[in-house]
């Protein structure tokens, strides 16, 4: 029995299959999903990670509490889901907006700055995400390890691009770039977070700003980067340990 023809797609519709919309059941279990990091995010807020009971969370989000770990395993994994949902936004209209024509440091300092600004509106959550999320165990850890990445790889890009202008160094590590300047980022946050500073703060993000453009400093085009550099000669080495000029 000949079978009908695929129908051809619409005009601006990509060739292929098509994704079939979600039925009733998964879209009520996703809204449900949604509700519970909807209170989780309250909750941790306002009481702590710790002092959030997932029993409060589901009446706060008015699911039964026998039936919250239908939607998600651990307290844990709604905390990784809140930071996602969160950072993810921050993040991706972060480097949706950058600066046209920025230099490297410009462009960091607009991402950065951006996240900072987001933690000084909840503090309290900020000081949550700080503590918590550097111990978050499997499969929870795979999950903020794939956030880290995905930022990572976009400042890799930004970096390359830089490269480019001659702005860093063509034999700097991008990747390895990327993460110190996360590294910059993460201690100014827990610095601030600690004495009770505002991260949206003019002064915060002119520090920031200062610490990120040092942590660049080494990587500036027409340096000799520590990677790069050639290690001692056999023969110095000999001099140095017999007390000749090294």
């Known amino acids: 029995m000949p079978t009908r023809p695929a129908p051809k797609p619409r005009a601006g519709e990509p060739a292929g299959d098509v994704a079939t919309p979600p039925g009733r059941r998964e879209r009520a279990k996703q809204e449900k999903r949604g509700r519970l990091v909807a209170a989780a995010r309250e909750l941790f807020s306002r009481k702590g990670f710790a002092a959030a ?21 651990s307290k844990e994994e709604l905390l990784v889901l809140v930071f996602q949902q969160d950072m993810g936004r921050v993040c991706d209209e972060a480097f949706a907006t950058l600066p046209a024509r920025a230099t490297l440091l410009d462009e960091i300092v607009h991402v950065y700055g951006a996240i900072s600004a987001f933690h000084g509106r909840d503090p309290a959550l900020a000081r949550v995400f700080a503590k918590e999320m550097a111990f978050v165990r499997e499969p929870n850890r795979a999950a903020l390890l794939g956030f880290l990445d995905a930022l990572f790889t976009r400042t890799d890009a930004r970096i390359e691009a830089a490269k480019v202008r001659s702005e860093v160094a063509a034999d700097v590590p991008a990747r390895m770039l990327s993460e110190n300047l996360f590294a910059t980022f993460f201690i100014s946050l827990q610095q601030a977070l600690g004495a009770d500073v505002s991260t949206a703060s003019p002064e915060h993000l002119a520090a920031l700003r200062a610490r990120l453009a040092l942590q660049l400093r080494g990587a500036v085009a027409g340096r000799t980067t520590t990677a790069a550099r050639p290690a001692p000669s056999a023969a110095r080495n000999a001099r140095g340990r017999r007390g000749g000029p090294a």
């Open 53 to 73: 009971t997932t029993s409060e969370i589901a009446q706060r989000a008015d699911v039964g509490a026998g039936t919250l770990f239908l939607y998600v395993q």
